[in-house]
């Protein structure tokens, strides 16, 4: 069993910032790739930024320059530094990882979400 854990979600004033941060848990072999996504109410799930095991990372263009996702692979955790945020960057903010666990199967994995609200 693998589990994603993620924080730091909150209410930021637009122009803030904030840290999300994902852990990965459990019987993992190995993490191919790490990713967030966010789902604002009424719309789809959509990828934000994407980091792999060799530290290559990929965003999408309503957040580049703004985002930042860093990985400590000794920690397992992945984060998303969020800076010059906007209103519409509210939503739920989900942790997504490509894992092989202890039993060779490699999975998709899903955190529980956290919410970020930026308004004033």
């Known amino acids: 069993q693998v589990q994603l854990v993620e924080s730091g979600g909150g209410l930021v004033q637009p122009g803030g910032s904030l840290r999300l941060s994902c852990a990965a848990s459990?019987?993992?072999?190995?993490?191919?790739?790490m990713r967030w996504y966010h789902q604002a109410p009424g719309k789809e799930r959509e990828l934000v930024a994407h980091?792999?095991?060799?530290?290559?990372?990929n965003y999408a263009d309503s957040v580049k320059g703004r985002f930042t996702i860093s990985s400590d692979n000794a920690k397992k955790t992945v984060y998303l530094q969020m800076n010059s945020l906007k209103p519409e960057d509210t939503a739920v903010y989900y942790c997504?990882?490509?894992?092989?666990?202890?039993?060779?199967?490699?999975?998709?994995?899903w955190g529980q979400g956290t919410q970020v609200t930026v308004s004033s």
């Open positions: 997504n990882g490509v894992i092989k666990d202890r039993s060779g199967l490699i999975h998709d994995y």
């Open positions: 980091i792999t095991s060799g530290g290559i990372t």
């Open positions: 459990g019987r993992i072999f190995s993490i191919y790739a």
